[in-house]
């Protein structure tokens, strides 16, 4: 079972440029979450979706978009990314009502 | 408010010492509640987990929780800590939140072992 995959593991950004990071699920599970992980912070809930085509806000949304397009899949967008923004990227998903299962992490550094 | 609070930033133990790691939450009914150890460069692996029934609960790896209701804790615990056990771990409140399920993490604490 693959579990959350996300896309790309690493990736180095310039101020100002954009990427999508990608999530994919293959547990059929409703809930999807991003978080950013910052040392000394734990993880801090990005966005969320409770099932396809829904997203909302999490507790740092600023600088961040979602998009739940099908079931499986939930991607972050860094529109014009900033030195803020450096961090490592976790994606998970949830039934709900039991734990989050994690993906690997994504490494981002914005220079 | 969810909020989790893990008052240990560093640990230091030595291989083959008990362990304790604390843990304390905020949170209105009674909470879903997690254990995760994250190793250096991995994600988030679920070491235990408490939802209702017996306050202590055992996990992977040798660890156990217990929940105590009236401290509002959830501190693991392990009788002899392993050299592979260094990682970071991190307590986490599962619960619904404005009509959503949301999980609260703490801040970590990472954990070194001496040999």
């Known amino acids: 079972n693959a579990g959350v995959t996300q896309t790309p593991k690493f990736r180095v950004l310039k101020t100002g440029q954009s990427m999508t990071l990608l999530c994919a699920q293959d547990m059929n599970h409703e809930y999807m979450y991003w978080y950013r992980q910052d040392p000394g912070m734990g993880l801090r809930l990005i966005h969320y979706?409770?099932?396809?085509?829904?997203?909302a806000k999490g507790e740092v949304p600023d600088g961040y978009n979602v998009s739940r397009l099908k079931k499986q899949n939930f991607l972050l967008g860094l529109e014009s990314a900033a030195p803020s923004q450096t961090s490592v990227y976790f994606c998970?998903?949830?039934?709900?009502?039991?734990?989050?299962?994690f993906g690997q992490g994504t490494r981002l550094t914005v220079v | 408010a969810q909020s989790v609070t893990q008052p240990d930033i560093h640990i230091t133990v030595s291989e083959g010492a008990s362990l304790e790691l604390r843990c304390n939450y905020s949170y209105g009914a009674t909470p879903y509640l997690f254990w995760y150890v994250q190793s250096p460069g991995q994600g988030l692996q679920l070491l235990l987990k408490y939802f209702s029934g017996d306050t202590l609960v055992q996990g992977i790896k040798g660890f156990e929780a217990e929940f105590k209701r009236s401290q509002s804790s959830f501190n693991l615990r392990k009788p002899s800590v392993h050299w592979s056990d260094a990682a970071e771990y991190f307590c986490?409140?599962?619960?619904?939140?404005?009509?959503?399920?949301?999980?609260?993490f703490g801040t970590g604490t990472r954990l070194k072992v001496l040999a």
């Open positions: 986490a409140v599962g619960g619904e939140e404005g009509g959503t399920y949301k999980y609260i």
């Open positions: 998970a998903s949830s039934p709900a009502d039991t734990e989050a299962f």
């Open positions: 979706s409770v099932g396809e085509g829904t997203t």
